[in-house]
């Protein structure tokens, strides 16, 4: 059974950094693309970042280019987002997602095309 914990949320100040984790279990990840999205509340779900199969290549939502990195480790299999928030209005729960695809691509972006989800960590930002 696919399991995907996420950790390292909690609250931080405008302006302030988190790095978020996804750690798998049930899978070995060095063959898979993982992404991040994002929730705020009342809103939809929204992509944040993609990464390939072994960190070579990033996709980032326009919103947080220049302030969150995505990044990977396989021998832990682990996936990381550093995020730096500019304002209470960037709190969300954060979910990491797996594709089975190992490449990037349009679909990147589309929750619907991963199949395996964990429970979400929530990141607010409050002064």
């Known amino acids: 059974?696919?399991?995907?914990?996420?950790?390292?949320?909690?609250?931080?100040q405008p302006g302030g950094s988190l790095r978020l984790s996804c750690t798998v279990s049930g899978r070995t990840v060095s063959t898979d693309a993982m992404g991040w999205f994002r929730q705020a509340p009342g809103m939809e779900r929204e992509f944040v970042a993609?990464?390939?199969?072994?960190?070579?290549?990033?996709?980032?939502?326009d919103s947080v280019k220049g302030r969150f990195t995505v990044s990977r480790d396989n021998a832990k299999n682990t996936v990381y987002l550093q995020m730096t928030s500019r304002h209470p209005e960037a709190t969300a729960v954060f979910s990491c997602a797996l594709d089975t695809r190992p490449l990037l691509g349009p679909h990147s972006s589309k929750a619907r095309e991963y199949p395996y989800w964990g429970h979400g960590t929530p990141v607010t930002v409050s002064s």
């Open 1 to 12: 059974q696919v399991q995907l914990v996420e950790s390292g949320g909690g609250l931080v």
């Open 50 to 61: 993609a990464i390939n199969y072994y960190g070579g290549t990033t996709f980032y939502a």
